[in-house]
């Protein structure tokens, strides 16, 4: 059974300083991995996308890498800001098990001004 | 595009009682799925479709009936309510059940008296 994991799930940054959300799984047998960020009381945002057979993706001051082999991803953001203070959460479509969305717990995201 | 949409916001129930949580999306996705996402236990899948008339289930469908008559509408009927169901339910979309990005909707909040 695939499993995902978030750690830590609590972080706490000053604004200007770089940003690296850790995400890893079980079962390597993904067709892809999602970033997502949620605001409190809010709906799931798409960051971004990564394909099983992509090594990253770029949006903007979001850089996600994926090492597929080791089951791990990274989030990077450049030069937080207060903004971003949100959870985000990792989430894989497993290749198996009905291509079901398996979400990690979350990282808890403040970035103090 | 009005992208994935849920209605109502917020709704109080009395144990016992039905309701349809209703979900909506206008992206012409085949796979639509609902979750529901409680403290301490993350995003857990309650039931999905990946087509018109097709629904399965995830991995807590009990209380809890799909249909999905277009593509477009994938309601959610709670059949006899119970203070277990109390969470936030998130209906998403995406184009196929593998390569491609998943939408969430902004979320109803369902509380259970």
């Known amino acids: 059974k695939q499993e995902v994991t978030q750690i830590p799930a609590a972080l706490s940054v000053p604004e200007g300083e770089n940003l690296v959300l850790n995400c890893s799984f079980t079962?390597?047998?993904?067709?892809?991995l999602q970033w997502f960020r949620q605001d409190p009381g809010k709906g799931l945002t798409s960051l971004l996308l990564?394909?099983?057979?992509?090594r990253e993706q770029t949006s903007g001051r979001l850089n996600a890498s994926l090492d597929k082999s080791s089951g791990r991803s990274t989030l990077y953001i450049a030069a937080s800001q207060p903004g971003d203070s949100a959870t985000y959460l990792c989430a894989v479509r497993p290749k198996a098990a009905g291509n079901k969305l398996t979400f990690g717990g979350g990282t808890r995201v403040l970035v103090k001004p | 595009n009005a992208g994935v949409t849920q209605t109502p916001k917020f709704q109080v129930l009395k144990t016992g009682q039905s309701m349809t949580l209703q979900c909506a999306q206008d992206m012409n996705h085949e796979y639509m799925s609902w979750y529901r996402q409680d403290p301490g236990m993350g995003l857990r899948l309650i039931h999905y479709s990946v087509g018109a008339g097709i629904t399965d289930q995830g991995e807590v469908p009990n209380g809890y009936n799909v249909s999905r008559s277009t593509t477009e509408d994938f309601p959610l009927r709670l059949l006899s309510a119970a203070p277990s169901q109390t969470s936030v339910y998130f209906c998403?979309?995406?184009?196929?059940?593998?390569?491609?990005?998943?939408?969430f909707g902004p979320g109803t909040r369902l509380t259970v008296t």
């Open positions: 990564i394909q099983s057979s992509q």
């Open positions: 079962d390597s047998a993904i067709y892809n």
């Open positions: 998403a979309s995406s184009y196929s059940r593998s390569y491609d990005e998943q939408y």
